[in-house]
């Protein structure tokens, strides 16, 4: 039996549980679209293709991927994990809400997070406040430590009626901002969510919606990534970043592998290795 014929009887498990065929073609292309090349892609895709099992989770599969990403090229292996790093901002979904203040600071905003506003009815608690002019853009960012999972209709909904509140309040103060709300989701919307927004003076930002502002973009082109895509970062860096308030890959360049291990009392190896990925990223 050929690999392809058996690669086609093979079910992988989904992260809800469903199953589908495992299709090694899917794969490589998702190595493609984060900048490995066709001949990498194609290798790495042939060892997993070759070391897989029915009945094997996606989350195996990803691991399996990235740890061959890894040996041979340490970039595309983070950049691999981009999505599901941004995943592993939470769980509570605090560093999430850091992180799109980052996001949004790094285009020229005056930010602060967790601002309470006052509406014409309620007072609001607001995610992200971000300020540029006359602009006003009030952000409400929607964490989901499920990467496959959506933000829906009721959520953005909601989102707009908060928007309204505080602009009638706005308006009834004679305050002459321009106000926007923002709904982010480091995941994906739903297409009644998409489409009740375009009938409303609000945006959406999700991983790869809309097409030409999206987080896969902004975060690509600006080199906002997220530490938790650092191929070697350990939990325990993790909590000791998290910690200091580092979210950004970017916050760590220039840091000396033994500035790495003081700090975070991790080995001489471990910081090399963290030193080297930091380096790559940037």
Not at 90 to 109: C, H, K, N
Not at 158 to 167: L, Q
Not at 213 to 231: A, F, G, M, R
Not at 232 to 261: F, M, P, R, W, Y
């Amino acid at each position: 039996m050929s690999r392809r014929n058996k690669s086609q009887k093979r079910k992988i498990i989904k992260k809800n549980g469903k199953e589908e065929f495992f299709v090694p073609e899917k794969l490589c292309e998702s190595m493609v679209m984060v900048g490995a090349p066709d001949g990498l892609a194609q290798q790495v895709c042939r060892i997993v293709d070759e070391s897989i099992e029915s009945g094997v989770s996606t989350d195996k599969i990803f691991t399996t991927t990235r740890k061959y990403l890894k040996n041979y090229d340490p970039k595309i292996s983070a950049l691999y994990a981009l999505e599901r790093g941004l995943g592993a901002l939470g769980p509570s979904g605090f560093i999430f809400e850091q992180y799109v203040a980052a996001l949004f600071r790094e285009m020229d905003y005056d930010v602060q997070t967790n601002v309470y506003v006052e509406g014409e009815g309620v007072t609001h608690e607001i995610d992200v406040w971000a300020e540029k002019g006359n602009v006003v853009y009030v952000i409400e960012a929607k964490y989901r430590n499920d990467y496959q999972s959506k933000t829906h209709i009721n959520q953005v909904m909601y989102a707009d009626a908060r928007m309204e509140d505080i602009k009638r309040r706005a308006i009834k103060e004679s305050d002459t901002r321009e106000y926007y709300m923002w709904v982010v989701t480091n995941t994906r919307f739903t297409d009644n969510a998409i489409n009740y927004v375009a009938h409303r003076d609000m945006q959406l930002m999700g991983w790869d919606y809309p097409k030409y502002i999206n987080l896969k973009k902004i975060v690509s082109e600006k080199k906002l990534y997220p530490v938790t895509i650092l191929p070697s970062i350990t939990k325990k860096t993790l909590k000791g970043l998290s910690a200091d308030g580092i979210i950004l890959v970017k916050t760590l360049a220039g840091l000396s592998n033994q500035e790495l291990q003081d700090r975070y009392n991790i080995s001489r190896t471990l910081a090399e290795k963290l030193e080297n990925e930091i380096k790559e990223l940037m």
